[in-house]
């Protein structure tokens, strides 16, 4: 159901006999903002051995990359890979974020005296 308003509900038997059923108001409820995922300094990579800080920018509750018990704010990022966060508000109206891809720098070459 696409709209809000007063909705019912007709059973019909097998001798074509129906009943209606009390109607019930239907209220439609916006989305959440969509949610994103900032850092500190703008940046979406770091060196080997190092990690991100990502930060949560959402006004709801929220979980990050689909899994509903990861509920922070923040994150370190120590793997490269695609993050998200899905915002989700008191009623369960839920709004997936975009994709933030964070990448991995390698070092360079050990220097030599």
């Not at 038997?13 to 019930?24: A, G, I, L």
């Not at 969509?34 to 800080?53: F, M, R, V």
């Not at 979980?63 to 695609?82: H, K, R």
């Amino acid at each position: 159901m696409n709209n809000a308003g007063k909705v019912a509900v007709t059973a019909v038997n097998e001798f074509n006999c129906s009943t209606v059923s009390d109607s019930v108001e239907v209220k439609t409820r916006a989305l959440p903002a969509q949610p994103s995922i900032i850092t500190e300094n703008g940046a979406n990579a770091y060196c080997i051995g190092d990690s991100l800080l990502l930060i949560a920018d959402s006004e709801v509750n929220h979980y990050w990359n689909g899994d509903g018990t990861i509920t922070v704010d923040s994150l370190w990022a120590s793997e490269p890979g695609d993050y998200f966060i899905v915002a989700i508000d008191d009623f369960g109206c839920s709004n997936a974020g975009e994709i933030f891809e964070v990448t991995e720098n390698p070092l360079p070459e050990k220097p030599t005296l």
